[in-house]
């Protein structure tokens, strides 16, 4: 352990966290092909506006670059990844092996998240594997780290990967009682942060924190307010309406809405919405650093990269700490 | 029981191709109380085969019968100059009783009729839902009476996801989120420290994962003498 004076990991956003720093952590959306150009163009943007960012795994099951793949350019480019693993299409084989890889490429920190459910993606047809949830995951990262074996038990002989173990949580899914107690889990199988689904409902989430707080989670385990600027008011009304387990309220849509009133330019229209859109993301963050127990933002900027850099400034959230 | 449905009549009839002499069997057990394999199916099926057939100028000689468990040898033995007598045998039993057919009458080509689809029960008249994914190490006990394998669309053993919405998955909002159930369950039963244990990663070998599966009674098999 010594190799890391005492971090887990050692990864930056590790450092942040443990320097009581409020993190900020931004998302990176690999391409759909196989160009390494677009991941460090998007690392670029991001580097100096993030502490860390999240190399989506084939999110909402469409076919991607992988994340471990996008994550090591990311690594090369000086933007540290959050490399995101889903349950949805490897085994426990395939996913130990690959986070050796993903070690030996220098990621640090890796998300466990069960994935979206493939009929929702570009492979409806595909038989999803689900052999370890994502509560277990986080127990195999762990336990690679901390027990220095194998899922299976096996002790790993050499270099074993030392990574920053994250989860999710959705404050919004059903049941809403549980949720505070399943994000206990998480923090138990051992989870050093969490990040949130997105959250626009902002007295439910203060609901959930007080709860969270109540049980004690928050010194267990990092929790990261997950937040994002919206880009018109279609998308607010989708999220509304289309996605289950978001809460996204009709005040939220509205401000959308009436942005873009009365403008006939279509260029400015949408200029104005998506300026909305980065403020009530502002006025998020700003409300989520007053939260008892919250402490960081993951902003979700989905294909929108260049929103980071303003609403971090916006936020007073720059510079972003170095920790030794 | 067995959920099974019929397969398309297109389907069926290129099974079948030219063969003059059709044997249609359907099966007295699981098929028949979901209306898909029973005799009166057979009965309506072969009447339309026959039908089509002679409408197309290429009359076949279509009989029907249907045995009490097709996945049973002893129900099949009764059929024996039937099968032998027809160029096909469209089985309306389910994956099961297509295989008992095919493997006791080896020289026979035998056909599916029947998209064999789960191991479930009727809900309500005309639905029928998916109950047990046959895992071969129930949990149960620890869920409340309900299956998150075959119940769960991501087979989670910690639930519920964050896609848990209103009672429904996030598949959609036809189908009910089995997580939801498990904790509406253990919370009327006042079980629900179950839920705040983590269940650890399944051991698959019990299911289809460790290859065709098979049990052996030692202290049902007939000794070696009797067998023979
Ligand atoms: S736990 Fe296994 S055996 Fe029990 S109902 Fe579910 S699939 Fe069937
Ligand atoms: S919504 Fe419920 S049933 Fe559907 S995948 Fe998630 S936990 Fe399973």
């Known amino acids: 352990m010594s190799e890391n004076n005492g971090f887990k990991s050692g990864s930056n956003l590790e450092k942040v966290l443990r320097a009581g720093h409020f993190a900020v952590t931004a998302e990176l959306g690999p391409p759909k092909n196989a160009d390494a150009e677009t991941i460090r163009k998007k690392a670029a943007i991001l580097k100096g506006y993030a502490d860390a960012a999240n190399i989506t795994d084939n999110q909402t099951a469409i076919v991607r670059m992988s994340s471990i793949g996008a994550g090591a350019l990311a690594v090369q480019a000086g933007l540290e990844p959050v490399v995101q693993m889903t349950c949805r299409d490897r085994n426990r084989l395939a996913m130990q092996s690959d986070l050796l890889g993903a070690y030996a490429l220098g990621v640090r920190n890796v998300l466990c998240l069960s994935g979206d459910h493939q009929t929702f993606g570009n492979h409806p047809q595909a038989k999803n594997v689900h052999d370890i949830d994502s509560m277990q995951l986080v127990q195999m990262v762990v336990g690679l780290r901390d027990k220095n074996s194998f899922q299976c038990g096996e002790e790993i002989k050499g270099v074993n990967p030392r990574f920053f173990v994250g ?5 919004f899914g059903d049941p809403f009682d549980f949720r505070p107690y399943r994000l206990g889990k998480k923090a138990k199988a051992g989870a050093d942060f969490v990040q949130t689904q ?4 902002v007295p439910r989430f203060r609901e959930f924190m007080r709860r969270v707080v109540d049980l004690g989670v928050h010194e267990q385990v990092k929790i990261l307010a997950g937040v994002g600027p919206l880009k018109t ?7 509304r ?8 309220p009709d005040e939220v849509v509205n401000r959308m809405e009436a942005a873009g009133k ?3 330019d279509k260029k400015e229209k949408a200029a104005a919405a998506r300026e909305e859109g980065i403020k009530v993301c502002v006025e998020l963050i700003e409300q989520m650093r007053e939260i008892p127990g919250v402490a960081g933002v993951h902003i979700m900027a989905i294909e929108w ?13 720059l510079p972003r700490p170095v920790v030794a | 029981m067995i959920v099974a449905e019929q397969k398309p009549i297109a389907e069926i009839q290129t099974l079948i191709g030219d063969a003059k002499r059709v044997l249609v069997v359907g099966c007295g057990t699981c098929v028949t109380v979901c209306f898909a394999g029973g005799e009166k199916e057979a009965g309506i099926l072969g009447s339309l085969l026959r039908m089509s057939s002679q409408m197309d100028g290429n009359a076949k000689d279509v009989s029907e019968v249907t045995v009490q468990r097709q996945c049973e040898w002893e129900y099949l033995d009764v059929i024996k100059d039937k099968v032998a007598d027809a160029n096909v045998v469209l089985s309306l039993g389910c994956g099961i009783g297509v295989q008992a057919l095919a493997e006791r009458y080896p020289n026979a080509l035998v056909v599916p009729g029947l998209n064999t689809t789960f191991m479930g029960m009727l809900q309500e008249q005309g639905v029928w839902v998916e109950r047990c994914a046959a895992c071969g190490n129930c949990m149960l006990g620890l869920t409340g009476g309900i299956c998150p394998i075959a119940r769960c669309s991501k087979q989670l053993l910690n639930g519920p996801c964050g896609g848990s919405s209103k009672g ?4 959609n909002s036809e189908t009910d989120c089995a997580w939801q159930l498990i904790y509406d369950k253990l919370k009327a039963q006042n079980r629900l420290h179950l839920l705040m244990e983590i269940n650890p990663p399944k051991d698959w070998r019990t299911s289809r994962d460790g290859g065709p599966r098979k049990i052996v009674r030692e202290d049902l098999r007939l000794p070696a003498a009797e067998k023979a």
Do not use: F, H, S
């Open chain 1, 167 to 171: 989860a999710v949580e959705n404050p």
């Open chain 1, 198 to 201: 997105l959250i626009y409902n």
């Open chain 1, 233 to 239: 008011a279609g998308a607010a009304k989708y999220m």
């Open chain 1, 241 to 248: 309406d289309q996605v289950a387990g978001m809460d996204v």
């Open chain 1, 262 to 264: 009365g403008i006939e």
């Open chain 1, 305 to 317: 990269e260049e929103a980071i850099p303003i609403i971090t400034e916006r936020a007073g959230l």
């Open chain 2, 168 to 171: 429904k998955c996030e598949i």
